[in-house]
């Protein structure tokens, strides 16, 4: 076998996979769905310029706009096998981007693309060179796009703990300021109209989102409880479920403020000492494997010396 065979038969099955997407994205065999059939009954007679369009900003330019459609249809396909949507659609509801879980699966399949040309590109590179053979270079391809796969997956779970982290780190302060504002006299919806104006941040994007829900219909009480519902904290939980009491039997709702703040006060100070003792611990093993036993050679090696001398 030639070491020219991996690269021609790359070339051949993409060649073959182009002119399989050319066939089957013609006009004539392209399947047409109820919103295509009904466009044109409900496009609007005046036009506008296409200068006054939105410019594509995506950086493949055309060749986007060429595999969209085969994209959004294999992401169609693969959604409907897999079983963990909603768990995935509260991870994006947690990481706060607005994404669907369709435009995750979109991103998870270009991640995964991604990985197979730079695996297939690397195999093919091992390959010519004669360190791998086909099949290891098949396997190094398809390795590389299941790690990009799951290249995404572990980005998503990243900003959801970064995210978390902020909210947890800006809601003492966004607590204390909702207990100044009702402690002044103002409502609780009053003190979350407040926090929109001068705050920023995860927390007061989410009590603003909490806002916007309350001028459309829903009640405050069931805005904060998909707050909690979303972000799915502990302390916002509990200083959810105190806000509800708290005006369901009409106790003080600034010092329920103010305790929940302390509370997540405390558990940041218990967090640190935790992360210290486990910093402390992992002090020890270049102390022990490394320090001391050097400290004992410097302290018995002039012993040592003198005993041989002596001997």
Same mark, same amino acid.
């Given at each position: 076998?030639?070491?020219?065979?991996?690269?021609?038969?790359?070339?051949?099955?993409?060649?073959?996979?182009?002119?399989?997407?050319?066939?089957?994205?013609?006009?004539?065999?392209?399947?047409?769905?109820?919103?295509?059939?009904?466009?044109?009954?409900?496009?609007?007679?005046?036009?506008?310029?296409? +200068?006054?369009?939105? /410019?594509?900003?995506?950086?493949? #330019?055309? %060749? *986007? @706009? =060429?595999? !969209?459609?085969?994209?959004?249809? $294999?992401?169609?396909?693969?959604?409907?096998?897999?079983?963990?949507?909603?768990?995935?659609?509260?991870?994006?509801?947690?990481?706060?981007?607005?994404?669907?879980?369709?435009?995750?699966?979109?991103?998870?399949?270009?991640?995964?693309?991604?990985?197979?040309?730079?695996?297939?590109?690397?195999?093919?590179?091992?390959?010519?060179?004669?360190?791998?053979?086909?099949?290891?270079?098949?396997?190094?391809?398809?390795?590389?796009?299941?790690?990009?796969?799951?290249?995404?997956?572990?980005?998503?779970?990243?900003?959801?703990?970064?995210?978390?982290?902020?909210?947890?780190?800006?809601?003492?302060?966004?607590?204390?300021?909702?207990? +100044?504002?009702?402690? /002044?006299?103002?409502?609780?919806? #009053?003190? %979350? *109209? @407040? =926090?929109? !104006?001068?705050?920023?941040?995860? $927390?007061?994007?989410?009590?603003?989102?909490?806002?916007?829900?309350?001028?459309?219909?829903?009640?405050?009480?069931?805005?904060?409880?998909?707050?909690?519902?979303?972000?799915?904290?502990?302390?916002?939980?509990?200083?959810?479920?105190?806000?509800?009491?708290?005006?369901?039997?009409?106790?003080?709702?600034?010092?329920?403020?103010?305790?929940?703040?302390?509370?997540?006060?405390?558990?940041?100070?218990?967090?640190?000492?935790?992360?210290?003792?486990?910093?402390?611990?992992?002090?020890?093993?270049?102390?022990?494997?490394?320090?001391?036993?050097?400290?004992?050679?410097?302290?018995?090696?002039?012993?040592?010396?003198?005993?041989? +001398?002596?001997?």
């Amino acid at each position: 076998m030639s070491a020219e065979w991996p690269a021609a038969f790359l070339a051949g099955a993409g060649l073959g996979i182009g002119l399989w997407l050319t066939v089957v994205r013609l006009p004539f065999l392209r399947p047409r769905t109820f919103a295509d059939r009904i466009a044109p009954q409900l496009r609007a007679g005046t036009h506008g310029s296409r +200068l006054l369009k939105p /410019a594509d900003v995506t950086p493949f #330019g055309p %060749l *986007e @706009r =060429i595999f !969209r459609p085969v994209l959004h249809d $294999l992401v169609l396909k693969l959604n409907r096998l897999n079983p963990a949507a909603s768990a995935l659609h509260k991870r994006l509801e947690r990481s706060g981007r607005g994404l669907t879980v369709l435009e995750f699966r979109s991103e998870q399949l270009l991640y995964s693309g991604a990985g197979l040309v730079v695996g297939g590109a690397g195999a093919v590179w091992l390959a010519v060179n004669g360190r791998v053979s086909v099949p290891g270079a098949a396997v190094l391809t398809v390795a590389g796009g299941l790690l990009g796969y799951l290249l995404r997956d572990y980005l998503l779970t990243r900003s959801v703990t970064r995210r978390e982290a902020l909210m947890l780190a800006e809601f003492p302060s966004l607590a204390e300021m909702m207990a +100044l504002a009702v402690g /002044a006299g103002e409502s609780a919806g #009053g003190a %979350l *109209e @407040r =926090i929109r !104006r001068t705050a920023h941040g995860e $927390l007061a994007g989410e009590f603003e989102r909490v806002l916007a829900e309350t001028r459309s219909g829903v009640p405050l009480l069931g805005a904060l409880a998909n707050l909690s519902k979303r972000t799915q904290l502990a302390p916002l939980s509990r200083f959810v479920d105190g806000i509800s009491v708290a005006i369901e039997r009409g106790t003080p709702l600034a010092d329920v403020m103010r305790a929940q703040a302390q509370d997540v006060r405390d558990l940041a100070k218990r967090e640190l000492m935790e992360e210290a003792g486990k910093k402390e611990i992992a002090m020890m093993v270049p102390l022990v494997f490394g320090v001391l036993p050097l400290t004992v050679l410097f302290a018995i090696f002039p012993g040592l010396a003198l005993l041989k +001398l002596g001997l």
